[in-house]
């Protein structure tokens, strides 16, 4: 494996609560390296989303520590939520170039950058639409092309496909599938369902209940690109249920 980009070492976070305070994550150690896709899994409340905004800078750690190497401090990060989150007055293109207005990239290469993500996350035609005439994944898109435009050293995936139903979320699967291979860059997703993280990720960290730590780190070994019916293989279904005995 490539020298880590990303280190931590014994990461916990404690949340004042009045009452001894709450111990969301507990020591967790691991590493990714560059261009991995690694998949977060675990019991609702085991410190999943705490774990993405430590990485993220927005919550800080109360042990432990946390390394970014090989670049540039502080890293960039992409950031993709559950919802996108898009600004209802401005449209595809505009959302998509917004990260790149807030750094004073000229208007005429920003918009130039926006088109080309426009075109890599498969909305064209769609420019000069409005959020709120697009469907759930087609907003996820976007919010995929806002994130990745300023080519972050890591991508942050809180759960991003989970409020879509279940036909669009598997089509989604192949869709970050393609643009992760496209752009090559460092993914850490955050996912409840098993099928998802083992269609899409190289590596799997299994997260106990709360306070969160790592009880396994599971190697993805199928090969790329993956296809649906992969997910009725046989060594698909024996990863299935490695994971699936380690979250129960």
Excluded at 16 to 28: C, S, Y
């Amino acid at each position: 494996m490539s020298e880590a980009i990303l280190k931590a070492h014994h990461l916990g976070v404690t949340f004042p609560d009045g009452n001894g305070g709450l111990h969301a994550l507990g020591a967790v150690t691991f590493s990714i390296a560059p261009r991995e896709f690694v998949c977060v899994l675990g019991p609702s409340g085991s410190g999943k989303s705490t774990l993405l905004r430590v990485l993220a800078g927005l919550v800080k750690p109360t042990s432990g520590s946390l390394h970014f190497q090989g670049i540039e401090s502080p890293p960039r990060i992409g950031f993709v939520f559950q919802q996108a989150n898009l600004m209802p007055w401005r449209s595809v293109l505009e959302n998509i170039l917004l990260p790149l207005e807030l750094e004073s990239v000229p208007p005429a290469q920003a918009r130039e950058r926006a088109q080309e993500m426009v075109e890599l996350v498969g909305l064209q035609g769609f420019e000069h639409s409005l959020p709120r005439d697009l469907s759930g994944g087609m907003a996820q898109r976007v919010a995929l092309g806002r994130a990745l435009i300023h080519h972050p050293d890591i991508l942050l995936l809180d759960e991003p496909f989970g409020s879509l139903d279940a036909l669009t979320r598997e089509r989604m699967w192949t869709e970050l599938s393609r643009l992760w291979l496209a752009r090559q860059t460092t993914v850490l997703m955050v996912t409840h369902s098993i099928s998802e993280s083992l269609f899409l990720a190289d590596r799997v960290l299994v997260l106990s209940a709360r306070p969160g730590k790592i009880k396994l780190d599971l190697k993805v070994d199928l090969p790329r690109p993956r296809d649906d019916e992969m997910r009725y293989s046989e060594p698909f279904g024996r990863l299935a249920r490695q994971l699936k005995e380690a979250i129960e």
